[in-house]
């Protein structure tokens, strides 16, 4: 499986953005799938994560009620609806997959990474 990372921009604070995340490959319904970020100068952290059956989500505290991670797998597909941004936000967003039923929350556990997309949220 590839992934590419798409949708960024420029946003205002209370705005939406939806990215998307496309897969290529085989076999993409085996695949935990989850998004992460990294701020200038932070460390990359953790935003969601969706099962390969779609039925399990996670997220991180800083994002939910805000974000919903969605994957359609007809169309190898996984989304991340980001509603009622903060500047906090701001950040270049990467998906990536794991072929396991486990929804893991940390960056080392996935083994495939897309390019990521930067958005950026102005106050």
């Known amino acids: 499986v590839q992934l590419q990372a798409s949708g960024g921009g420029l946003v205002q604070a209370g705005g939406s953005l939806r990215l998307s995340c496309a897969a290529s490959g085989r076999a993409f319904s085996h695949y935990t799938m989850g998004w992460f970020r990294q701020a200038p100068g932070k460390e990359r952290e953790f935003v969601g994560a969706?099962?390969?059956?779609?039925?399990?989500?996670r997220y991180a505290d800083s994002v939910k009620g805000r974000f919903a991670i969605s994957r359609d797998d007809a169309k190898k597909m996984v989304y991340l609806q980001m509603n009622n941004l903060k500047p906090e936000d701001t950040a270049v967003y990467s998906c990536a997959a794991r072929d396991s039923p486990v929804v893991y929350i940390t960056a080392n556990e996935y083994d495939i990474w897309g390019q990521g997309t930067l958005v950026t949220v102005s106050s």
């Open positions: 969706i099962s390969r059956t779609g039925v399990i989500t």
